[in-house]
T-cell receptor
Framework: GEDVEQSLFLSVREGDSSVINCTYT??????LYWYKQEPGAGLQLLTY?????DMKQDQRLTVLLNKKDKHLSLRIADTQTGDSAIYFC???????????FGQGTTLQVKP | DVKVTQSSRYLVKRTGEKVFLECVQD?????MFWYRQDPGLGLRLIYF???????EKGDIPEGYSVSREKKERFSLILESASTNQTSMYLC?????????????FGDGTRLSIL
C-alpha cells in the first residue's frame, strides 16, 4: 500500500541550513506537500511541488524531488528559532483528494 | 483565507460518554476530513466526506462515526468514549478531488478520556 516515511527528529543550530527528508511509495502521486505544525496548533501548508518538477524555491524554502528514487526533501536556509516545529510530508492518493502523511519530523533549532 | 474552525481546543470526557467534535469551514469546500494525531504515528485518517450526507471510512474508523448534514459542517462522534481515544483530533477541508487541492486544517482538539 501507499506509505510515506520520515525521520522523527532533527537538531540544528540557528543560522545553519536544515534538510528534512521524506520517501514515498506511490509513483502515481501528482503533488507532494510539506506542512508545518507549531506547538499546540493545526497544520499549516508550507509549499507543494508538482511531480514533473525537480525543484521549487520559495524564499528560504527549497523543495527537491527525485522521482526515480521517490525521495523528497525540504531545505530551510538560515534556520531560525521560529522554525522549530513538526514538519509533515504528504502525497496525494491517486486523485482521490486524500493525502497520505508521514510520521512528521520534529525540528529543534538551538540558539 | 480559508478558515477551518474546531469547536473546542481542549476537551475532557469520561469513559462511556458520547462525545461530539464539531468542525466548520467557511470556503464552501466539498471535501472534509477527520484525523487523529498521536506521537510517532503522524496523522491517521478516521473518516472523510466528499459532499453533504456522504461519508467514507478512512484507515481507522472503528469506534467513530460522522455526520455531514450541511456542507460547511462535519461532526465526529465517539459513540462510547474509551481511554485509547485520548488524542489530538484534526479537521481539514479542501476543494474537489483534483490533486492540486491542498487540505486546510483547523487548530485541533486535544481530547482526554478519563
Amino acid at each position: 500500500g501507499e506509505d510515506v516515511e520520515q525521520s522523527l527528529f532533527l537538531s540544528v543550530r540557528e543560522g545553519d541550513s536544515s534538510v528534512i527528508n521524506c520517501t514515498y511509495t506511490d509513483s502515481s502521486s501528482t503533488y507532494l506537500y510539506w506542512y508545518k505544525q507549531e506547538p499546540g496548533a493545526g497544520l499549516q501548508l508550507l509549499t507543494y511541488i508538482f511531480s514533473n518538477m525537480d525543484m521549487k524555491q520559495d524564499q528560504r524554502l527549497t523543495v527537491l524531488l527525485n522521482k526515480k528514487d521517490k525521495h523528497l526533501s525540504l531545505r530551510i536556509a538560515d534556520t531560525q528559532t521560529g522554525d522549530s516545529a513538526i514538519y509533515f510530508c504528504a502525497e496525494d492518493s491517486s486523485n482521490t483528494g486524500k493525502l497520505i502523511f508521514g510520521q512528521g519530523t520534529t525540528l529543534q533549532v538551538k540558539p | 483565507d480559508v478558515k477551518v474552525t474546531q469547536s473546542s481546543r481542549y476537551l475532557v470526557k469520561r469513559t462511556g460518554e458520547k462525545v461530539f467534535l464539531e468542525c466548520v469551514q467557511d470556503m464552501d469546500h466539498e471535501n472534509m476530513f477527520w484525523y487523529r494525531q498521536d506521537p510517532g504515528l503522524g496523522l491517521r485518517l478516521i473518516y472523510f466526506s466528499y459532499d453533504v450526507k456522504m461519508k467514507e471510512k478512512g484507515d481507522i474508523p472503528e469506534g467513530y462515526s460522522v455526520s455531514r448534514e450541511k456542507k460547511e459542517r462535519f461532526s465526529l462522534i465517539l459513540e462510547s468514549a474509551s481511554t485509547n481515544q485520548t488524542s489530538m483530533y484534526l479537521c481539514a477541508s479542501s476543494w474537489g478531488r483534483q490533486a492540486d487541492q491542498p487540505q486546510h486544517f483547523g487548530d485541533g482538539t486535544r481530547l482526554s478520556i478519563l
